[in-house]
Nanobody, 121 residues
Framework: HVQLVESGGRYVQVGDSLRLSCTAS????????VGWFRQRPGQGRDLVAA????????YYGESEEDRFIVTRDSSENTVFLEMPDLKPEDTGVYYC??????????????WGQGTQVTISA
């Protein structure tokens, strides 16, 4: 049974950068596409970025296009989300999710517990 653990979220200022990590244990992540979802207070989870199992195709939400970068390192069983030039609207809990389907990353086989990202204006 694969378990996903996110890390890297914290309180930062506008314009700062963060790198989130999603590390799998109990099994390999290499056969799954992985998505990063953001949940703002009182709202549902929105897919902001995703990467296919081979690491050859990526997807970004409209607000994240040309800004966020999603990568994966099979040797570390980890998927990363680079978030430069952070804005207040990037605030939320970020979850990673593994799926056998690339886009739209459903059905989700495994969810992480989430990591809080807060950007202060």
């Amino acid at each position: 049974h694969v378990q996903l653990v996110e890390s890297g979220g914290r309180y930062v200022q506008v314009g700062d950068s963060l790198r989130l990590s999603c590390t799998a244990s109990g099994g390999t992540l290499s056969t799954y596409a992985v998505g990063w979802f953001r949940q703002r207070p009182g709202q549902g989870r929105d897919l902001v970025a995703a990467i296919d199992a081979l690491g050859k195709s990526t997807y970004y939400g409209e607000s994240e296009e040309d800004r966020f970068i999603v990568t994966r390192d099979s040797s570390e069983n980890t998927v990363f989300l680079e978030m430069p030039d952070l804005k207040p609207e990037d605030t939320g809990v970020y979850y990673c999710a593994a799926s056998s389907q690339f886009i739209p990353i459903t059905p989700v086989a495994f969810w992480g517990q989430g990591t809080q990202v807060t950007i202060s204006a």
